[in-house]
């Protein structure tokens, strides 16, 4: 049947009311009735651009499937979905983190899935041996690719680079990250994360998160681009490059106020202190400098005959940018969460103690050296723990230069393959309670890591672009880790639990607020120490 306004109006007519009241019901009436016509049209409308909209979204789908995949391999794509045209799924990978990708592998039940984000189709794997085609067909059948957003600001550096280039460029920056570089880069980062810790002791409450940014922002800034500390007092610098980190994974829309175009204003000052810094050192001679990675760096340069001059995109500047933006978000990541797990692990920093007593540095009077730190084997498996339980680096970008397959699959040329870490480790059934903070899983005898393929713990990448600042983020964990031990206990003020965002890195949503209660040395030197 079918209700019109007219049928409508003849059913409330036929109402028996009192005739004072006819003139106002029947206005209503024909009042509803009009309502009720009139509403069929937006539903009409609505379900035309359903329609519509649908139609563009398969369409979509179809032109970059059927465009895009090799008809010389049999093998069918992954399964997956590539969203809408031109932004593809990019907003729910931005938005959605981890969660983007954990979700369908288990919806589809395979290790790689197809979608389309930052402008590009997009193959997504895990896997220690999907992880481990990829890192050693580097040049061969795949290369690095960013987010074209990430290629324009951050420029000619060892990150993006490529082939010969990048071989070449790696070599040159390997010379800031040798084991006496490492020795000298304890004695600069020692005094900072000492005064860090003595004053978190002094606040009722600390916000980790932020509180390891703002310290490890400062270290990378003095150890690894040469920064004196007053350079950075006025705050500014760190507001400066967290602007430019925001634009990384966007899409490269260069419109006013778009976090792309604020990322490349943020550049341009970035340069501009980086320059401040470099002049500065130009005038001083090795030994009056310090022995930072920018020195280093410069030195190297200065051996081989290369003209260290400032200004040119392809300069120290830039690759001082490259330095401070691979050191400071995943170090100050790895650190909060560091942090959380060893204020919520019963025993650990009990443990971290009992070692530290045994080799003789639970005292500061007692120097560090990157070989004792090394030493310290328990103390580094919670950084390792720490690294795997949330790796601050959740994967990386490779494009493909030849089709292959994976697991049946084929990834075909011209796609980008997205690879996870984070998922690789997640999804490992080489981990014995996989969501348990438990650093003894590295001891002899379990050492789960090895278990299975080469890449079960992937953290650090592999291949020829495994992550060169490995030694140098452990090393700064373990200081930090000493320190605390050495200090205060941490007492979580929120004893529920806490929410992790992934993306762009993993942080908690509420910067995870603690207590740092100091600790009087006498209760953790000589007898008074109680490590039953």
């Not at 084991?179 to 000298?184: F, Q, V």
Request: charged share 25%.
């Amino acid at each position: 049947m079918k209700f019109d306004g007219k049928f409508i109006t003849a059913v409330l007519y036929s109402i028996r009311f009192r005739q004072d009241d006819q003139d106002n019901f029947l206005t209503m009436a024909f009042t509803i009735g009009e309502i009720f016509t009139l509403l069929r049209i937006p539903a009409i409308a609505i379900i035309i651009i359903y329609l519509i909209l649908n139609a563009v979204y398969y369409l979509w789908y179809i032109y970059v499937v059927y465009t895009g995949r090799d008809s010389s391999c049999k093998a069918p794509l992954p399964p997956g979905t590539m969203g809408w045209p031109i932004i593809g799924e990019s907003l729910r990978f931005i938005t959605q983190a981890s969660t983007f990708s954990s979700e369908r592998f288990r919806k589809y039940k395979t290790r790689l899935f197809k979608t389309h984000i930052f402008g590009r189709p997009t193959i997504r794997i895990h896997g220690s041996e999907n992880l481990h085609r990829v890192f050693h067909g580097e040049n061969t059948i795949v290369e690095s690719n960013w987010p074209e957003s990430t290629r324009v600001l951050l420029g000619d550096v060892l990150t993006l680079s490529k082939g010969e280039r990048h071989t070449s460029m790696r070599r040159h920056v390997s010379r800031a990250f040798t084991h006496e570089a490492l020795e000298g880069y304890v004695n600069l980062a020692l005094p900072v994360i000492q005064e860090a810790v003595d004053n978190w002791c002094t606040e009722d409450s600390v916000l980790a998160f932020e509180a390891n940014r703002k310290l490890f922002f400062e270290i990378t800034a003095v150890v690894l681009c040469g920064f004196d500390r007053s350079e950075l007092a006025s705050g500014q610098m760190s507001k400066t490059f967290m602007e430019f980190l925001e634009g990384f994974f966007t899409l490269p829309f260069d419109l006013p106020g778009t976090p792309y175009r604020k990322a490349k204003l943020a550049k341009k000052k970035l340069l501009a202190e980086f320059d401040v810094v470099l002049q500065r050192k130009l005038k001083l001679s090795s030994a009056e400098d310090t022995r930072d990675a920018l020195r280093i760096l410069m030195d190297n340069d200065q051996h081989l005959g290369i003209p260290t001059e400032g200004g040119d995109d392809a300069s120290l500047e830039n690759e001082m940018v490259d330095l401070f933006q691979a050191g400071f978000n995943s170090v100050s990541s790895g650190a909060t969460t560091m942090v959380y797990h060893v204020s919520r692990s019963e025993g650990v920093l009990r443990n971290v103690r009992r070692e530290l007593a045994e080799n003789g540095l639970l005292s500061r009077e007692n120097g560090l050296t990157f070989d004792r730190l090394c030493d310290c084997k328990y103390l580094t498996n919670v950084v390792k723990e720490t690294l795997r339980i949330s790796p601050p680096v959740g994967g990386g970008f490779r494009r493909v230069l030849k089709t292959f397959e994976l697991e049946g699959f084929q990834i075909p040329r011209g796609w980008t393959v997205l690879y996870s870490i984070r998922d690789t480790m997640n999804f490992s059934e080489m981990y014995t309670d996989r969501n348990l903070f438990d650093p003894a899983r590295f001891e002899p005898g379990r050492q789960e890591d090895q278990k299975g393929g080469r890449y079960e713990y992937p953290v650090f990448g592999g291949g020829s672009r495994s992550c060169i600042g490995k030694e140098f983020a452990q090393l700064v964990l373990r200081i930090l880790l000493v320190e605390i031990a050495r200090t205060c206990d941490i007492e979580p003020l929120n004893e529920g639990p806490v929410e992790f965002k992934n993306f762009p890195i993993p942080y908690p949503v509420n910067g995870y607020p603690v207590r740092f209660r100091k600790v009087d040395p006498a209760d953790l030197v000589g007898k008074g120490v109680d490590f039953s």
